[in-house]
């Protein structure tokens, strides 16, 4: 009986689509395997202890930003915003999170801090084309992958 169970289960995991098996999926987050990356331009800056990657639109103004504080191993991502947000929502080809944000107002941007480590990152810089995040109540700011944020999450774990 137990080996007639695991065949019928290990069948149904054969037969299910290989995104449902190897995608894991945050609630609230729409596919944007489809969605056409913003026009605009990444640029990389060396800063006081880390880096910063910035997406620029048309106009030059960020939009994005994922940067490294070298001391403490962590890289942030925020996006320029009016007012608090929970959540920051993040897409790529190959994971989808939501990650606790924080609004700083001084920037005017809500943000979520990653460590050097988490897995996150690496999809993100391995996205198929695009990348997306979003802030609860806006739309997703969908933008091109380049070798900038790459470089970001590599200066911080040097």
Excluded: K
Excluded at 105 to 115: F, M, S
């Amino acid at each position: 009986m137990i080996r007639i169970a695991a065949c019928c289960a290990l069948a149904g995991a054969i037969a299910a689509p290989l995104s449902a098996q190897t995608s894991p999926l945050a609630p609230g987050i729409a596919d944007m395997s489809a969605a056409v990356p913003m026009s605009g331009r990444w640029t990389y800056w060396t800063v006081a202890g880390g880096g910063e990657a910035r997406f620029l639109d048309s106009a030059s103004r960020p939009q994005l930003v994922i940067a490294c504080t070298r001391a403490t191993r962590q890289l942030t991502i925020g996006r320029p915003a009016a007012g608090a947000a929970p959540f920051l929502q993040v897409w790529s080809s190959s994971e989808r999170r939501n990650l606790p944000a924080s609004f700083i107002p001084a920037a005017g941007e809500v943000r979520a801090t990653l460590q050097f480590s988490d897995r996150l990152l690496d999809a993100l810089a391995q996205s198929r084309g695009r990348i997306a995040v979003g802030i609860s109540g806006q739309p997703m700011l969908v933008a091109p992958v380049w070798g900038e944020i790459g470089r970001v999450i590599e200066e911080c774990r040097l």
